[in-house]
């Protein structure tokens, strides 16, 4: 097993089209099937957007639905 920094991953990742949502979570875009102001949905699973995020996430998803 080989432990990477969240921030290293995301550094590693951006250009696979992961985004980062929260401190603590990275998500692949073109799997998001639904987001609003908190959450972020991947098929069934439910992660919260951080406020530090929010308004990157906002850009990338390419809407305005975050409110």
Same mark, same amino acid.
């Given at each position: 097993?080989?432990?990477?920094?969240?921030?290293?991953? !995301?550094?590693?990742?951006?250009? #696979?089209?992961? !985004?980062?949502?929260?401190? #603590?979570? !990275?998500?692949? +875009? +073109?799997?998001?099937? +639904?987001?609003?102001a908190r959450d972020?949905? !991947?098929?069934?699973? #439910? *992660?919260?957007?951080?406020?530090?995020?929010?308004?990157?996430?906002?850009?990338?998803?390419?809407? #305005?639905? *975050?409110?």
């Open positions: 097993v080989t432990r990477y920094q969240l921030e290293d991953m !995301i550094l590693l990742l951006k250009d #696979s089209g992961f !985004i980062r949502i929260h401190k #603590s979570f !990275i998500v692949n +875009a +073109a799997f998001v099937t +639904a987001y609003n972020i949905e !991947i098929g069934k699973i #439910s *992660l919260p957007i951080g406020r530090t995020f929010k308004e990157f996430v906002e850009k990338r998803l390419g809407g #305005s639905d *975050l409110q």
